[in-house]
């Protein structure tokens, strides 16, 4: 069975910094999808960013990229120029190509400090 | 990206009784998700429910504690039967994007409390 850890429960960062938050993979397919959701108070979750395990070149979307690395099974985001905006729970996800069922991992709590 | 709206948004309900949630999606999907999220956990999902067939339940959640109905492709209830306060929960419903890039777009939840 696919396991997805986040070994951060929380993580802070001033705000313009950069922050980078950890996770880690388990499974044995070879195509997957690979996301990282972010889930503020109002409990929404919201798509920041999804990459495709085929493709080599990491996944980037503005002020967020990820390294990906397939061997490792390490998929993590960094977040460039912090914004107050940003303070939410995220959640690193994966999902077997093919399959329907999203995995989570535990997330990660990020604290944006003024 | 797909609009999708979840009633009621929050309940509070008794212990032993049953609470049905709608979610409502703006255009038509194959495959409608229901999720699970404990206080201060992660999600997890309970069943897919497919337009015409019976839901796919994943392991630790049967049919008599959360019947799921899927009526059209654009709508499906999750009910939760026989509540418990180990009920108190966000029930969060998603959809496949359409063009089969893997992301689901998500309901914006049910925060659920059972006494």
């Known amino acids: 069975a696919q396991t997805v850890t986040q070994s951060q429960p929380e993580m802070s960062v001033q705000e313009a910094e950069t922050v980078t938050l950890s996770c880690t993979y388990d499974?044995?397919?070879?195509?997957?999808?690979l996301f990282w959701y972010k889930q503020p108070p109002s409990r929404q979750m919201i798509l920041v960013i999804r990459q495709e395990a085929y493709k080599q070149q990491n996944a980037t979307e503005n002020r967020f990229s990820v390294n990906f690395q397939k061997a490792a099974k390490s998929f993590s985001l960094k977040i460039s120029d912090s914004q107050l905006g940003d303070a939410a729970m995220y959640f690193c996800a994966y999902r077997r190509l093919g399959g329907s069922r999203l995995t989570f991992g535990e997330g990660t709590q990020l604290t944006v400090n003024p | 990206s797909a609009v999708i709206s979840q009633k009621p948004s929050r309940d509070i309900c008794q212990r032993g009784t049953s609470l049905t949630i709608q979610c409502q999606v703006d255009?038509?999907?194959?495959?409608m998700f229901w999720y699970r999220q404990q206080p201060g956990q992660s999600l997890t999902l309970i069943a897919t429910a497919n337009q015409g067939s019976e839901a796919t339940y994943e392991s630790g959640f049967v049919i008599d504690k959360f019947p799921i109905s899927r009526p059209n492709l654009t709508f499906s209830t999750l009910t939760v039967s026989n509540m418990s306060p180990e009920d108190s929960s966000i029930y969060l419903c998603?959809?496949?994007?359409?063009?089969?890039?893997?992301?689901?777009?998500f309901g914006p939840g049910t925060r659920l409390t059972v006494l």
């Open positions: 998603s959809v496949d994007r359409t063009s089969g890039r893997g992301e689901q777009f």
């Open positions: 499974t044995s397919e070879s195509d997957y999808y």
């Open positions: 255009s038509q999907v194959t495959m």
